[in-house]
């Protein structure tokens, strides 16, 4: 059997996102959840998947820097080669950054540019826009700002509330989240 790289997945809430990558067949193996919040639903999930979680409180340390290369330990430990990110609510900093350069993606509920940043669905709503969407890109030192790697749009329709509209687009994210990565991984190992 070809061996997989390994995968861990960040996350700090409901961990939908996740859910949907663990129950996917994916071109990667998928070996930890990191977490930045103890009583995150996303934890209870990784449970229920038996997977290895690092939950860590950042106030215990002093700085990004000390937290984040705690992390790269434990992700080296485990020879991880890729990070996805799912509701992950921090800015990924340079120790990161730097260890999993070109590594590191993110998935984002609008079309970017368009709405970066927290509540990008309310915003996008708030707005009164016709057309969001979801964007999968690689993280860099910006807030949602890396390369775009996939897009998909998702109309608002007016028989839609913010809550029917957050439903369509998570459904929509659960079915790109996997398809991307599997394309980006075929199209890494096909060079
Ligand atoms: C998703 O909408 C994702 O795009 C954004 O955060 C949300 C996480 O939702 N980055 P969940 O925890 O995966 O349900």
Not at 123 to 145: C, L, N, P, S, Y
Not at 148 to 164: F, M, N, R, Y
Request: charged content about 25%; proline content about 4%; overall charge negative.
């Amino acid at each position: 059997m070809v061996k997989q790289p390994k995968a861990a997945v960040f996350a700090s809430g409901t961990g939908s996102n996740f859910q949907a990558l663990m129950e996917s067949t994916l071109a990667c193996d998928i070996c930890m959840l990191v977490c930045d919040r103890a009583e995150a639903e996303v934890v209870q999930k990784a449970r229920h998947f038996q997977l290895r979680t690092i939950q860590f409180d950042p106030t215990r340390f002093l700085s990004k820097q000390d937290y984040e290369q705690m992390l790269v330990e434990k992700l080296h430990e485990e020879k991880i080669e890729w990070i996805f990110l799912a509701g992950y609510m921090r800015i990924i900093g340079h120790i990161l950054l730097e260890a999993y350069e070109g590594k590191i993606i993110n998935i984002h509920p609008s079309l970017l540019p368009a709405f970066p940043g927290k509540d990008a669905i309310r915003q996008a709503w708030d707005r009164k826009v016709r057309t969001t969407g979801v964007t999968i890109h690689f993280v860099d030192e910006g807030i949602d700002t890396g390369a775009i790697i996939a897009q998909e749009s998702v109309a608002i329709s007016p028989e839609d509330t913010l809550d029917l509209l957050t439903q369509k687009i998570h459904q929509v994210e659960h079915r790109l989240y996997p398809k991307t990565i599997n394309l980006l991984l075929h199209s890494c190992t096909n060079k």
